[in-house]
């Protein structure tokens, strides 16, 4: 029996009324690379509580998994469905949620093993909660395995461990990225913030890093009257599982506020772009949180990213966040203790344009394939800004 299974095993085992619930794709064959597919599992009437996630997905053939809260999944009734924002000529296309996305649950990419809540939390699911679906996306960077002569099939996927007895501290998951730029031969400053804007106090427990090849060292923050408080910071490269947060007992309460960086060094002759495609990157800094009670929020961050943002270059959050007080490890990886710094401001990027009003105005994404459309506009925005610099 593997670590994993005796480890669901036990959970199931001590928690009262614990149930499993397999959600895996239906021996799925996607005959095109960066497919995005989506899959829905119907929630009872009753209020399920979820303690505990067991993955079953290798990372040679399923780039990341992502699992999101609906009130109705994309396509109702569908099995299956391309989800990622693009045409597909062998699935129907539609967003993950048609209506009510709740944000996401859950996350797994590079082999990260199982998760396991703390005593007493769960996500609440089902019921009079808002989620009638969840909703599982998985990303196929590479699909070679299904294409001949290999002709093989996938049913990567999430069992979810369940109880029907109420736990009293209520889980959530918030998201801070970016949009941006990584110029050629660079180390770039991917940097996002907001304000916490609810009115309850959420109490951090894990964080999770996201970045493709070309990410370092992603962290996170949470900034109370200018003092900033490590929540976790990562190499990327690493199995991207939930870790413990790496300051016990944060809060945060409202009108703090939140700031991540994901820093990026690129070797390469081309201009990197965040985008939905395993030639672009991402930048995502991923909060996972309890609440006591019943209340719990899906606010995400965004902001446009390099060139167009940088923390002191922000009139909204500069005065509120005070990075003169940013730790001087935030570009270092924790495993090596190797530090970046960045190249590319030696080239001051242009504050006003038309540019950044166009990403200003853009919606923050309600789900992953609203998410796809937006890194697509700015790639357009930043590609076209470029241009007319003369780079």
């Excluded at 690379?33 to 996630?53: H, R």
């Amino acid at each position: 029996m593997s670590l994993l299974k005796a480890i669901s095993l036990l959970l199931a085992v001590c928690i009262v009324n614990a149930s499993k619930l397999d959600l895996l794709m239906p021996e799925v064959a996607p005959d095109k690379a960066d497919t995005y597919l989506c899959i829905p599992l119907k929630m009872s009437e009753l209020n399920t509580y979820i303690v505990g996630f067991e993955p079953h997905a290798n990372k040679k053939v399923a780039h990341h998994m992502l699992l999101y809260g609906c009130d109705t999944p994309g396509i109702p009734g569908a099995k299956v469905w391309n989800c990622g924002g693009m045409e597909h000529p062998s699935f129907k296309s539609a967003g993950t949620c048609k209506t009510g996305n709740k944000g996401i649950i859950y996350a797994w990419a590079y082999d990260a093993p199982g998760l396991t809540l703390p005593k007493d939390v769960a996500f609440k699911v089902g019921g009079d909660t808002g989620i009638n679906y969840l909703v599982l996306q998985v990303h196929y960077k590479d699909v070679s395995s299904f294409l001949p002569p290999n002709n093989g099939v996938d049913s990567s996927g999430v069992s979810l461990i369940t109880t029907d007895v109420p736990q009293p501290k209520r889980a959530g998951v918030m998201l801070l990225g970016t949009g941006g730029m990584l110029p050629k031969h660079s180390v770039e400053y991917f940097e996002t913030a907001c304000k916490y804007r609810e009115s309850f106090t959420v109490y951090p427990f894990a964080y999770r890093t996201h970045a493709h090849m070309h990410g370092k060292v992603v962290s996170g923050y949470v900034i109370k009257d200018g003092v900033w408080t490590e929540l976790g910071r990562k190499d990327p490269m690493k199995p991207e599982m939930f870790y413990n947060v790496t300051t016990t007992g944060v809060r945060i309460n409202p009108g703090d506020y939140m700031a991540a960086r994901c820093t990026m060094k690129n070797d390469e002759d081309r201009n990197v772009y965040i985008g939905a495609t395993s030639k672009d990157e991402m930048c995502n800094f991923y909060i996972m949180f309890y609440t006591d009670g019943t209340k719990t929020t899906s606010q995400n961050c965004w902001t446009g990213g390099p060139p167009s943002f940088y923390w002191d270059e922000s009139t909204q959050y500069a005065k509120a966040i005070h990075p003169e007080n940013a730790p001087e490890n935030i570009s270092t990886e924790p495993e090596s203790g190797k530090s970046y710094k960045i190249t590319t401001r030696k080239v001051q990027p242009i504050v006003q344009d038309k540019y950044l009003d166009t990403l200003a105005n853009l919606r923050k994404p309600n789900d992953d394939g609203e998410l796809v459309n937006l890194l697509r506009r700015l790639d357009s925005s930043y590609r076209q800004r470029y241009r007319d610099q003369g780079f």
